[in-house]
Every structure is written in C-alpha cells, then in structure tokens.
C-alpha cells in the first residue's frame, strides 16, 4: 500500500460510482452501491440499480465485496506528540530498568550532536523487573544528551540529569531529584524538551494526519492545553484546515481554565484561532498508571496515595458557568472517582448560577471517566455532559493482574463502564488518547465487544456509532447527517478489505448474526478473526485522503 491518494485522486468534475460491495447505511442496510457527487452522498442502492444508472461520465470504483462505511472521528488526541512519539524512541516492549538504558543508548547513536532524545510508551507496570534508572544513568547512556521519556499515559516522565538542570526541576512539585517526574515537573521538562522550530512540529502534525487517513479517519478532536503545549502548537493544528493538504479535519480544543465570561473571552482572543471549546485537557486530576488519578480511597499498590486534585470546585464550578453563559463547551480531563465528585459538584453549583437549562446547552464534555459508580453516571445523564472514552484503555490495562488491578485491587472492576453509560442515556464518543494508544479504530471497537469485565461491554453497532457520528455530536457539529452514509450527507467515508460481515453483540447468549432481511441491520466487520479490517480508501468531503494501490488495480 501507498498513499498515493492524499492529492485528490478523484477526477475534478465526475461523480464517482462505488459499486459491488458492502455500504453501512441507515438509509439501506443491504445496500451494496454509492454514488459521490460534489462531495456529497448522491444517492446509495443494489448492484442491479447501480447497473441502470452507471454512465460513462463517472469514475467507477469496484469495491470487489469490500466494506465501505462512515469514516471515524477519534474524539481525543494529541497531534504534536502522537508524531514525535511515532518518530522517537519507542519504549513499550522494554522490560526493565537496564533495558531501557539500552534502549536509551542505541538510540543516541543515532542523533544529531547535540538534540535531546525524545521517547515514549515506557510502563512500569509490565516490567519483569522493578525499578527506575537514575537521572545520571539515562544521561550517562544518552552520551550527555538531555533525555526526556513519557510514560505510555503521559503524565509522567523520565528525564536526564542534563534536561533535570535545564528545565529548572529544583524545588518544584513532582520531582525528588530522580529521575521520575510528575505534576508541574513533568509539565517544566515536558516544555523545555519539545521546544520545536515550526516547521519540524508541522512535519510531526502532518505525519500523525496521515496516520490517521490512512486508518480511516476524517476527523480528530486535538486536546491542546497549555500544560501540554503552547498556542502556537494549537495555531498550527487549525492551520491543517484551510491548508489545501488534503487530510483529516481538525476538531479543536484548548484547555485554559477561566474565571469569568471576559476571562474566557480574553483567551479566546488571544489565540487568535477558531476553537470549539475551553474544554479536553484541563486537568482536574491525573492518570491511574502514574498515580496522580483522584480517588476516594488510596491506590491499592501505594496506601499513602489518593492522587491528585488539580482544579478546585470553585475553579471548576467559575469555569462551566462562564463558558455556559457564552454558549461554549466546557469540559474537564477526569479519571478518578473524587476527581468525578469534584467535576460533579461544579456542575451542580454552576447550574445553581446559571440554571440547568444553560448547562444542558452547552454541551459540556469530560474526557475519560474511568472510574464511576451509578450516582455519578446518573449526574453526568441528568447534566447531559459528553463522556470522551478510550476503550483501548480497558485492553491495554484491564483484566486480571494488569495495571488496573495493581493500581485499584477489587475497584479495576468498576473502570470504563461503557454500557452503564449506555444505559443511563449518558451521551459516549470514543478515542484513542493518541500517543497513548494507537490510532486503530477497529481494535478500538473491539475492546468495547471484549471488556474485561462481561457487564460493561456493548455491541458492536453501538460502538461503532460511538467512534463514528457520536464523535460529530461531541464536537456539537451542526450538520445532522455528519457520520452517516445517506442521500445529502457529506461524502466522508473509509473503503475496507474485510473477512467476514456480521452482526455483534455483546451478550453471547444471544445470536450474533441473522440472515433474515427483515432485522434490517447494517452488517460490520467480524472481530474474532484475528486481524482488523485493512484500509483501502479515505474520503473527506469528497476528497481522497488516503488510497492503497489495490483499490483501483
């Protein structure tokens, strides 16, 4: 494969025809041809009607039985940092201590005099053997070079004697003179590691873009926040949309805390650019792998431990009033549950202010939620706050004796309740968290079908919807045909190669797929096959984003 497709490859002027495979759609489940005019879904039939109307003016596309459905919308990620991560060190298959350093030193090698040596993935809690190197032994294994190394969650790192001294990490909160840091040491190195000459963080941007397409998405909500990145970074981010590249859209966020409707005015301002919310990325706690998460009781691997509250309620509670009365999103990076209690008491005391109705509105979003018992879900339905989920959590740390039953013990039952979310109409659009976890959104789907706890799981239909037109309605996108494929819908789509289509469902009490015509339900890919569908075409508005060479061969 190639992307030989990110030009525009579809003719200027002609309609295209797809025609002999598979189209999800509302509008026909057994649907089987689309025709694209104008970026625009035109009209969507049976092979034998697609016969009828083919002409020689349209470019036609034989889908030779492969699947063709709404293209996907990854409702949190981080542009800049899933392109330096995919371009640095990698670090998720080291084991050790000694292994990283290893790791560490080939790597340097490799650098130019002189730059620091970015990496990620690192995680502690799957290493045969524990413990940390020292800050003077990864800048003894990096030949003096500042080292800077983000753990797989990002909100914690391991840093270099040399970047400890650069970035002023004495006496500040999260560091202890190793080289683990945390909290606003981790934001001091994580800044002073990535200062980026524009056009090296536009290639990292573009690279993750294209990473994108070529998995089949054709929109990504960037989480920017000012402990994450500067405006600039931002900036650059919204430029990608009226650059004339042919790539996915870019849904923004900054995540800046604001006291007042003019303090929130006064940011947006400053920026200077287009956003859809002061929301995503604004902490009000951290992550369960680095321990900063908020919860009610200790961590079960560290007694002395609760985590961490980085926003007050009062904060909070300023922040969803101001940005409710200016009819903007709000929201809230949130995983523990006293980090839930304290986003949920905001919301009551700024409903109070500004009355419920105005919250509601708002469309207000919290990022993650992992950990929340059925009171909470109830408040997050009645508030009609978004929950931003990332099932490839639950796969990468879910089960017995991984991360999140080190970290919690008995309570790793009760993370990432998809289907009590579901259930108690709270509103869920999926993601990745990029670089945190790939940008694989059917490995994605399939984590909501395999959680690692049977009650929580849901069907494959309804995650699919969650990674696909609930990812538009997060962004309070105004069309209401964005994420679907029907007559008048914008034409954005991915093309797959698949092995079997079928109906999934998360109970295996009941049938998983029927034959008969009158369920009238759009088939997807099967998911125990052992690999995930392979990506042949990404469409945009009409516009090619990504084609592999087989689709037109």
Not at 277 to 290: C, F
Not at 325 to 348: N, S
Not at 363 to 383: K, N, Q, T
């Amino acid at each position: 494969m190639n992307n030989s497709g990110m030009s525009g490859a579809r003719p200027d002027g002609k309609v295209t025809m797809y025609r002999n495979g598979s189209v999800y759609s509302a509008a026909d489940p057994f649907a089987s041809a689309m025709v694209v005019d104008d970026g625009t879904v035109a009209w969507i039939g049976s092979e034998q009607a697609a016969t009828s109307i083919a002409d020689s003016s349209m470019e036609i596309i034989d889908l030779r039985g492969a699947l063709l459905t709404p293209g996907f919308v990854d409702s949190h990620v981080h542009l800049t940092e899933t392109g330096i991560a995919a371009a640095g060190l990698r670090l998720d298959v080291v084991r050790s201590a000694a292994g990283l350093l290893d790791a560490v030193a080939k790597a340097a090698g490799a650098l130019d005099s002189g730059a620091p040596l970015l990496g990620h993935g690192w995680d502690e809690s799957r290493w045969d053997v524990p413990g940390l190197p020292t800050a003077a032994e990864l800048g003894r294994a990096a030949g003096g070079r500042k080292v800077y190394l983000s753990r797989v969650d990002v909100h914690s790192a391991l840093v270099s004697d040399g970047l400890a001294a650069s970035a002023g990490l004495s006496g500040k909160d999260g560091w202890d003179g190793t080289a683990y840091v945390l909290r606003d040491a981790h934001t001091a190195a994580r800044r002073a590691a990535r200062r980026l000459p524009e056009a090296i963080r536009r290639d990292y941007q573009e690279a993750a873009l294209r990473e994108a397409a070529a998995n089949g998405y054709v929109a990504l909500a960037e989480m920017a926040a000012p402990h994450i990145c500067d405006a600039d970074d931002l900036r650059s981010s919204v430029a990608w949309n009226g650059s004339g590249t042919a790539l996915p859209e870019v849904l923004p966020y900054w995540g800046q805390l604001a006291g007042s409707e003019d303090e929130a005015r006064a940011i947006l301002d400053d920026l200077g650019v287009p956003v859809l919310g002061l929301a995503g990325d604004l902490n009000i706690d951290g992550s369960i792998g680095s321990r900063t998460a908020a919860l009610r009781e200790p961590y079960a691997d560290s007694p002395d431990h609760r985590g961490n509250l980085y926003l007050s309620v009062d904060e909070a509670a300023r922040h969803l009033a101001a940005c409710s009365l200016m009819g903007l999103q709000a929201g809230f990076h949130v995983i523990g549950d006293a980090g839930l209690d304290a986003a949920l008491e905001a919301l009551d005391i700024a409903a109070a202010e500004v009355g419920e109705q105005r919250i509601r509105a708002g469309g207000h979003r919290f990022e993650h939620v992992e950990l929340a018992d059925a009171s909470a879900i109830a408040r997050l339905a009645r508030h009609s706050v978004t929950v931003s989920a990332q099932p490839a959590f639950d796969a990468a740390w879910g089960g017995d004796g991984a991360m999140y039953e080190q970290r919690l013990g008995s309570r790793s039952k009760d993370m990432n309740p998809f289907a009590s979310y579901y259930s108690a109409g709270v509103p869920v659009a999926f993601g990745s968290d990029s670089p945190v976890t790939p940008l694989r959104p059917w490995a994605s789907v399939r984590a909501c079908l395999e959680h690692s706890n049977p009650a929580e799981r849901v069907s494959a239909r309804a995650a699919f919807l969650g990674h696909t037109r609930a990812g538009w309605r997060a962004s309070k996108q105004r069309n209401p045909l964005l994420g679907q494929l029907v007559p008048g819908a914008p034409a954005s789509f991915a093309v797959w190669e698949v092995d079997e289509l079928m109906v999934q469902v998360a109970d295996s009490r009941i049938q998983s797929w029927s034959t008969d015509p009158r369920a009238r339900t759009p088939l997807l890919p099967a998911l125990d096959t052992g690999s995930d569908p392979v990506c042949l075409q990404t469409v945009r508005e009409g516009r090619e984003l990504f084609a592999a060479e087989s689709l037109r061969a």
